[in-house]
């Protein structure tokens, strides 16, 4: 039997582990679950996750929530058929790879998807992306609505600073190497493609990535694999759902 993912393909956690599984040419079937959608969301997903987070994984008699475990699994499982350089192939590749899939984690994941999320609120044509901030404008908003506007712009502006500290980092190791780990595409730059990838696409935050020449370059090289398109193509509208 194919493994499944339950989850929406729009969701940063399920798009990363759905890339680690075209990478890996492992046959899943995704069960697309809106977990907004409270009440009405699949009996089965609930048995697996009953708090409604953004993602389950099963696979054999293993069920698994989080994505970073996920891909772990995946990795180490098939690490016979498909990319077999994604979790490295000795003990020293596997620690750097590590070490980077920990910074994407503790130090990466949570500024860029506050990015993301506050990009969700603020309004699409707002210039946020010059190094001075936005200006909301001021007629014809509701006082809450204004409130809510100038946290979101706030959250985005301190997100964007904790960020772009930490890709100064990424830009002096991208000079030295390819890709994060070494040499070649792994995990360690896989687990970054959801987020990043949003932020280069929106005008509002793309100027982070762009103004970083090695950053811009290993982005435009992750987010072009196979895998990734493939991913894209299931966050468009579901017309059937199919084992891949």
């Known amino acids: 039997m194919p493994a499944k993912v339950f989850g929406s393909p729009a969701s940063s956690e399920v798009a990363r582990v759905m890339t680690c599984l075209f990478e890996k040419d492992v046959e899943f079937q995704l069960i697309r679950v809106?977990?907004?959608?409270?009440?009405?969301?699949?009996?089965?997903?609930?048995?697996?996750?009953?708090?409604?987070?953004?993602?389950?994984f099963e696979d054999g008699g293993v069920t698994l929530v989080e994505s970073r475990k996920i891909l772990r699994h995946i990795a180490d499982k098939y690490k016979n058929q498909g990319n077999k350089d994604l979790f490295g192939p000795g003990a020293l590749e596997r620690a750097s790879i590590e070490q980077w899939l920990q910074t994407?984690?503790?130090?990466?994941?949570?500024?860029?998807?506050?990015?993301?999320?506050?990009l969700s609120y603020l309004p699409p044509d707002m210039p946020l992306d010059t190094g001075r901030g936005g200006l909301l404008p001021v007629g014809g908003m509701h006082p809450s609505h204004r409130q809510k506007m100038e946290e979101m712009?706030?959250?985005?502006?301190?997100?964007?600073?904790?960020?772009?500290k930490l890709?100064?980092?990424?830009?002096?190791?991208?000079g030295e190497e390819e890709f994060l780990a070494g040499s070649?595409?792994?995990?360690?730059?896989?687990?970054?493609?959801?987020?990043?990838?949003?932020?280069?696409?929106?005008?509002?935050?793309?100027?982070?990535?762009?103004?970083?020449?090695n950053v811009s370059r290993w982005l435009y090289t992750i987010s072009g694999r196979d895998s990734w398109r493939r991913v894209k193509e299931l966050q468009r509208p579901p017309s059937a759902e199919a084992p891949f």
Do not use: C
């Not at 706030?154 to 960020?163: A, G, I, M, P, Y």
């Not at 890709?167 to 991208?174: A, G, H, M, P, V």
């Not at 595409?185 to 970083?212: G, K, Q, V, W």
């Open 34 to 56: 809106d977990s907004f959608r409270g009440p009405k969301r699949m009996p089965q997903y609930l048995k697996l996750q009953p708090h409604g987070e953004a993602l389950s």
């Open 104 to 118: 994407e984690a503790q130090s990466f994941d949570i500024p860029s998807a506050e990015m993301v999320y506050s």
């Open 153 to 164: 712009l706030q959250r985005f502006e301190k997100s964007r600073k904790d960020l772009g």
């Open 167 to 174: 890709l100064d980092i990424y830009e002096q190791r991208l």
């Open 184 to 213: 070649k595409f792994t995990l360690a730059d896989l687990s970054h493609l959801p987020n990043a990838d949003r932020l280069a696409a929106d005008p509002r935050s793309a100027r982070l990535i762009e103004s970083r020449k």
